[in-house]
């Protein structure tokens, strides 16, 4: 089984300042990670996914997310906070063994940046 | 913007009544998912559609069905609309291959509301 949990409803940041939105996972096998993001009366938008190599993984609008093995996390982070990054973010996880292709999306944590 | 699109946006049902929405997948893939996104929850997986066939389902009822057209469109079919149902109902599109499901594009969402 596959799950993944964002133990933050919500992070307040302000503007400027470095943000991160918790993510840990469990998986049988080794994961496969994503982070999407989804702005008021849309869909979600992809920013940015592990699936191996390096631990430090950059994406979209500045983000960068780092996984870490031991502690089963995928935490998102940006050092500079914009007011426009103010949206709900969402972890997935996908086991890569076990031939399931869907991923396991967490409940969302809310940003808020204030200016 | 995704590429795709999802109708309606906005649907009011009863309860007991049937409702179809509908999918335009992202030129060039083939593989389309529906999602159901409860009010503060993640998106949980209902269906995938690969080629016409389903091969994949969440934890949902039959009454929850699906098709795929050889254009790779689809349709979420829902029969004896419950209130629980009232939900955004999301599309993704993707493109089977060597690394199935990596990244999907979603839809902005079908808002349907059962009363």
């Known amino acids: 089984a596959q799950s993944v949990a964002q133990p933050e409803d919500q992070v307040n940041v302000a503007e400027g300042n470095p943000l991160t939105v918790k993510c840990t996972y469990s998986?049988?096998?080794?994961?496969?990670l994503f982070w999407y993001v989804q702005y008021p009366n849309r869909g979600l938008q992809f920013l940015l996914k592990?699936?191996?190599?390096?631990?430090l993984v950059k994406g979209s609008y500045g983000f960068e997310a780092e996984f870490n093995k031991s502690q089963t996390s995928f935490h998102l982070k940006k050092p500079s906070a914009l007011v426009s990054d103010s949206a709900l973010y969402f972890c997935?996880?996908?086991?890569?063994?076990?031939?399931?292709?869907?991923?396991?999306f967490g409940r969302g944590t809310s940003l808020i940046v204030h200016p | 913007e995704t590429g795709v699109t999802q109708s309606p946006t906005h649907l009011i049902k009863t309860r007991g009544q049937q409702v179809t929405l509908r999918c335009s997948s992202q030129?060039?893939?083939?593989?389309v998912s529906w999602y159901q996104q409860a009010l503060g929850q993640g998106p949980q997986f209902i269906f995938q559609?690969?080629?016409?066939?389903?091969?994949g389902r969440g934890n949902f009822p039959p009454r929850f069905s699906g098709l795929q057209f050889p254009n790779y469109s689809s349709e979420l079919n829902v029969n004896a609309l419950e209130l629980d149902d009232s939900a955004l109902y999301l599309c993704?599109?993707?493109?089977?291959?060597?690394?199935?499901?990596?990244?999907?594009?979603f839809g902005s969402g079908t808002q349907l509301s059962v009363l």
């Open positions: 993704a599109s993707s493109s089977w291959g060597a690394r199935t499901n990596e990244k999907l594009f």
């Open positions: 998986v049988s096998g080794n994961p496969y």
């Open positions: 592990y699936i191996t190599g390096d631990n």
């Open positions: 997935a996880v996908r086991d890569s063994s076990g031939g399931s292709y869907i991923p396991t």
């Open positions: 030129s060039g893939h083939n593989t």
């Open positions: 559609y690969y080629r016409e066939e389903e091969n």
